[in-house]
């Protein structure tokens, strides 16, 4: 099943603006190493499973993986060889809104080698640059 909200509040919601620094959610919180995000853009429900399945298979579920954002934006499409107007189309799919600096994956109780390359394997999953971070580091 995808991640997606269980209800919402409105349906639809307008496209919004890809620019901006990410102030909250920019820190390493629950894991010892994290996966932050370099450039602005979306991440659809689909890309955040195959980063998390990705991780998860590298690692052979050993650790602790969190996953720090959650697909809570509607997208919309009108169906094909539709005429212009007549309203919004419906739901296509949900989507996270990623800023610059965001933590998108952390994860704990393995050791650092095996948290960059699986790291690694879960980036090339993701639509955007990102860098791999540590807590060591920001010490």
Known sequence: MPLMPKRVKYRKCQRGRRKGVASAGSTLSFGEYGLKALSNGWMTNIQIEAARVALSRHTQR???????????????????????????????????????????????????????????LAAHKIPMRTKFVSRRAHR
């Open 62 to 120: 050993s650790g602790k993986a969190y996953m720090r954002i959650f697909p809570d934006k509607p997208v919309t499409k009108k169906p094909a060889e539709t005429r212009m107007g007549k309203g919004k189309g419906m739901t296509e799919h949900w989507v996270c809104v990623i800023k610059r600096g965001r933590i998108l994956f952390e994860i704990e109780g393995i050791p650092e080698e095996l948290a960059k390359e699986s790291m690694r």
